[in-house]
């Protein structure tokens, strides 16, 4: 036996470790120690970070997801404490004050009602976020109970509620939501349900998927040589590899069903008078579109489309966090 | 004589997004026309980046920063993209690794390899067709005039690799360019893909670049080798001389580091320590000191050239190993004698109980088709009647072709399938009896290894929670004397303890590996299945795991079921190996007679299939091995599974299924009405049970 160097200390350990299937990318040896015994390589380089530390690198390095999570935390603080810094009347119709241009008194100007545009744009900004969020929420929990379901039972349970799915699937959303919407009246709560009805849909698909695809990985077929059951499965394999692409869809679904309010209140179909959201707004304003009244129209408007691209662009950065390949570079 | 392609001083870099990868420095090579130029390395060595660079076919970010290819005189390597499409197809062909990824899914056969031809030649898509059709009856395609409108998942792993290659020839190249054409094919396959690779290079005088890591391919085909090793050529010469006299102490160790080179456990396997070095930030000096037996500390300042002392064998050497000059008369070695008294032992009866008896073991699975219903239209007999035992302490191998059913056996064994019928009695228990409840309690006595341990650990735990797992769930000792185990067994597999800290996928794959050892060792299990463990691994950690094996079933008193696809491995790792063909046990005795005295066809078929690294057994074996591909296994064929592919079978083999027969008293058996020889005595037949 021969010591490279005579000494058993580990080469420099000042790089980086890499996939030893990738273009060279590897660790260092480590040569022969006294024994004879081959060393089996050195540790790899840098402090152990947690799958959370190392996503949130990921996420960070995301300028757009950033900059989403800065415009969804700005239009929530808008939103739910703008309206206790900036008192407005958003109660009493005063005709006298209708439809006035942006001045010191009012920053946004009025509406045809005579409320203040940026005082509604917070109150309306609070039933668009808490009925699209709640209702994602919603949406989330009933796909993903649906879906793990189907996909850990599989077999005939599997292609029956999958069936139940396809079913609902044929049914176009807006159409459905218009039904339902013009048989009860629509209240914050009912906006909820008939969104989440519609949207739990496609979460249900992708959890099943993905609960089909991870009972077969090896690790979960590891677990069970070593005498472990369904449960511990479920709890500690499936549900934690399961969640990252769970939170990714529950993200775009805050976008869709932000959009879907906006749409069905744009429609009149909505939340009722007096309180009004974004499609609400959105919906009067278009009426005085030829009279130049652009303040009725572009704040709700840019409301609508940067709180739903913000949340596209944080659904976008937590894909990549999630995804352990990116992770490794 | 001009080169047909000539590689002169090469650079290629890859650029990632933290760093530049010095994938080449400094590679020059030549091919002659019609020649085969072997290229072996490891996984990183460059050998694919410099088919790729010929190519200009780099992966993103991949560029050529220096050097010159020239092919038949002109320079290639300066050509713009519309340049290189002339070249590409036309005047060099290629051949990839997966022949399913490379072919489009949505075309037929036909229009793909005519396409080639309308490209390059400009000719109608009359004549193109039929080129089509002649070159799939070039690379022996059975009915190719019908085969031409196939769509590429008609046809089996072997078919589609010929399409490959027809695609490649379509047009007449000087060059192929073979990258591990065979590493994902089965090994009966492979020989026949080679031997056409081999044959149409003769018939159509075309020069061929065989890029491979497997140094057996190379050493029945190339005329010359080039060692690769971090980017760089590190020895060349021919492939009888690289064989006989490798100077490089590289090239050294990987022949040590082949099993088949071994005569037994008792002879370790050379294992190169540590790893390739990170060609982000190479170190000074000869790449391979760090790992190198000869080193000096000259290695580590200056880097040595490629250069040698006879004109056609360079290395990059400053302390060469073998024969200086001429190395006419380079002893052979004597495997006759060491084989002589291998048998000797062997023929010795191996008594006592056995720790695993598997008895009569069978396994179906049903194909259903349609969404709810799910009827049954057919069974895959996956296993079927095969029986053999492990006595306490002892390695029973299990080798055949991927669908034979080893890993079905396996995977049986370790409770994850139920059988549908017959016994697997461990320790006096029969384990198929027991309740689900039951069998899980049992866990700890058989636990499974597996081929890919990065994908058997959970990517979200770090390594500690891993190795703690099956003790959790066993309900083993407090959370200290866990500890105390998982550093204890961290410390048997070669692994510092401060891994516990570290996620699976920082670790390299031979790293993996023994965690994956580590894991299946923690509950101290009687036997463990190790389901190709070192398949994906290279040559030298190869070694080094197999190494592992055997010191811990040493230490430990392991008892193993080994199942691999590679007959070299498995007769150096086992005590005794049982062949299966499409479900069935159709060989199985004492590892050296059944390896060097086969009795069934099949053994014999497959043992003369395997590459050996030896040019001149290469040579000899050109004929031999087993023809055609394997059946189905929904409705296997009747009597002997394998009258199918095999050239003494047969009326007799179609209507009766050959029973397991003694062959010799140590327990060497075979299922065939036509062995190749006759068993050892009259009497045994009747006297062996």
């Known amino acids: 036996m021969s010591l490279a160097g005579g000494s058993p200390e580990p080469l420099p350990t000042d790089i980086k470790s890499g996939p030893m299937s990738d273009v060279g990318v590897a660790v260092v040896g480590y040569p022969e120690d006294a024994d004879g015994a081959v060393a089996a390589g050195l540790l790899p380089a840098g402090k152990p970070r947690s799958t959370f530390r190392r996503g949130l690198e990921v996420f960070v390095e995301n300028k757009l997801a950033v900059t989403g999570v800065c415009i969804f935390a700005f239009m929530i603080l808008f939103c739910f404490i703008g309206p206790l810094v900036y008192h407005t009347n958003q109660l009493k119709v005063d005709f006298a004050h209708e439809e006035l241009p942006p001045s010191g008194a009012h920053l946004l100007g009025t509406d045809a009602s005579g409320f203040d545009v940026l005082g509604r744009l917070m109150s309306a900004g609070q039933i668009s976020l808490e009925v699209g969020i709640a209702a994602a929420l919603l949406a989330t929990v009933v796909g993903v109970m649906w879906g793990a379901i189907a996909g850990y039972i599989g077999g005939f349970v599997d292609s029956f509620m999958m069936r139940i799915v396809d079913a609902l699937l044929s049914i176009p959303t807006l159409f459905l939501a218009l039904v339902v919407v013009s048989i009860i009246t629509p209240s914050k709560p009912v906006l909820i349900l008939v969104i989440a009805l519609t949207s739990w849909l496609t979460t249900s698909r992708l959890v099943r998927g993905e609960a089909l695809s991870l009972r077969t990985r090896d690790y979960v077929q590891a677990m069970k040589v070593m005498g472990g059951g369904g449960t511990r499965a479920v709890f500690r394999h499936i549900a934690p590899n399961a969640i990252g692409t769970i939170m990714v869809n529950a993200t775009f679904q805050v976008a869709d069903a932000i959009a879907l309010i906006v749409a069905l209140s744009y429609l009149g179909l909505g939340i009722r008078p007096p309180q009004q959201d974004w499609g609400g707004m959105l919906s009067n304003g278009v009426q005085y579109v030829y009279d130049g009244y652009w303040w009725l129209i572009i704040p709700a408007g840019f409301c609508i489309v940067i709180v739903i691209a913000a949340a596209i662009f944080i659904g976008e950065g937590l894909r990549d966090a999630v995804e352990v390949r990116l992770q490794r570079r | ?689």
């Not at chain 2, 080449?24 to 130029?37: K, Q």
């Not at chain 2, 396996?410 to 228990?429: F, H, P, S, T, W």
């Open chain 2, 1 to 689: 004589m001009a080169s047909l392609l000539t590689i002169e001083d090469l650079r290629t870099e890859i650029r990632l997004r933290s760093a530049t990868v010095h994938a080449l420095e400094g590679v020059s090579l030549s091919v002659e026309a019609g020649e085969c130029l072997g290229i072996v390395g490891e996984s990183g060595s460059g050998k694919t980046m410099t088919a790729l660079s010929i190519m200009q076919l780099l992966p993103p970010g991949g560029h050529i920063v220096g050097g010159k290819i020239s092919l038949d005189g002109q320079v290639i390597s300066s050509l713009s993209d519309d340049g290189m499409r002339h070249v590409r197809g036309n005047e060099v062909g290629m051949i990839f690794q997966d022949p399913m990824t490379s072919l489009n899914p949505t075309m037929t056969i036909g229009d793909q390899i005519a396409e080639t031809v309308l490209l390059h030649r400009g000719a109608d898509a009359k004549t193109a067709r039929a080129r089509a059709i002649e070159v799939l009856g070039l690379v022996g395609m059975p009915r190719p005039a019908e085969r031409v409108s196939n769509y590429p998942h008609q046809l089996s792993g072997g078919m589609r690799q010929r399409v490959m290659i027809a695609m490649a020839l379509a047009c007449e190249p000087k060059l192929l360019i073979a990258d591990e054409p065979t590493t994902a094919l089965d090994v009966t396959i492979q020989k026949q893909i080679l031997e056409l690779i081999d044959d149409l290079r003769h018939r159509l005088g075309m020069a061929v670049i065989l890029v491979t890591h497997d140094l057996g391919v190379i050493a029945g085909r190339a005329d010359r080798a080039a060692v690769m090793y971090a980017g760089r050529v590190v020895e060349t010469t021919t492939t009888a001389r690289l064989f006989a006299n490798p100077r490089h102490p590289y090239t050294e160790a990987l022949f040590g580091a082949l099993p088949e080179k071994a005569a037994d456990q008792s002879q370790r396997l050379y294992s190169i320590p540590g790893m390739p070095p990170d060609l982000t930030a190479p170190p000074a000096g000869c790449k391979f000191a760090a790992r190198c037996r000869y080193v000096q500390d000259s290695c580590r300042q200056t880097e040595p050239d490629l250069e040698g002392d006879t004109w056609d064998h360079a290395f990059r050497c400053f302390f060469p190993v073998g024969q200086a000059g001429d190395d006419e008369g380079v002893t052979q070695h004597h495997e006759t004698a060491i084989v002589r008294e291998r048998l000797e032992q062997a023929a010795q009866p191996q008594d006592g109980e056995a720790l695993l008896r598997v008895d009569n073991l069978v396994k179906n699975f049903s194909v259903t088709s349609g969404a709810v219903l799910q009827r049954k239209i057919g069974e895959v007999s996956a296993v079927a009647d095969v029986s053999f035992k492990i006595r306490p302490g002892a390695t029973f191998g299990v080798v055949g072709e991927s669908g034979c059913g080893k890993t079905t056996i396996g995977r049986l064994i370790a409770g994850l399938e139920k059988a549908n019928g017959g016994a697997i009695v461990l320790d006096g228990e029969d384990l198929t009896r027991l309740s689900k409840r039951e069998r899980r309690r049992r866990a700890p006595k058989v636990q499974l290894m597996f081929q890919d341990s990065y994908a058997s650990m959970d990517p979200r735990m770090r390594v500690g929670p891993i190795l703690r797992e099956p003790l959790a769930i066993q309900n083993i000792g407090s959370r200290s004397e866990q500890n105390d185990k998982i550093a204890a067994i961290l410390d048997e597999v070669g692994l510092p303890r401060a891994s516990v800290d570290r996620y699976p996928h920082e670790f390299s794959g031979g790293q993996r590996q023994r965690l994956g050892l580590a894991r299946a060792l923690i509950l101290s299990p009687q036997l463990v299945v190790a389901d190709e463990p070192v398949s994906a691994l290279d040559v030298s950690i190869q070694a080094q795991i197999l190494n592992l094996m055997l010191d811990l079933q040493r230490d430990l008193g392991l008892t193993y079921l080994f199942i691999s696809h590679d007959l070299s491995v498995v007769r150096y790792l086992s005590e005794n190996i049982g062949v299966m063909y499409l479900g069935k046990l159709v060989e199985t005795g004492p590892a050296d007679d059944v390896y060097y005295r086969p009795v069934h066809p099949y053994t014999r078929g497959l043992i003369d299939t395997v590459p050996v690294a030896d040019p001149a057994l290469a040579q000899a074996r050109e004929d031999k091995g087993v023809a055609g591909e394997l059946p189905s296994a929904i409705n296997p064929p009747s009597g002997c599974r394998f009258r199918t592919r095999c050239p003494r079978a047969q009326e007799l083999c179609a209507q009766e299924e050959p029973p397991l027969r003694p062959f010799a008293a140590n327990g060497h058996m075979a299922a065939c009405h036509f062995p190749l020889r006759e068993p050892e005595g009259a009497t045994l037949t009747t006297a062996a049970s």
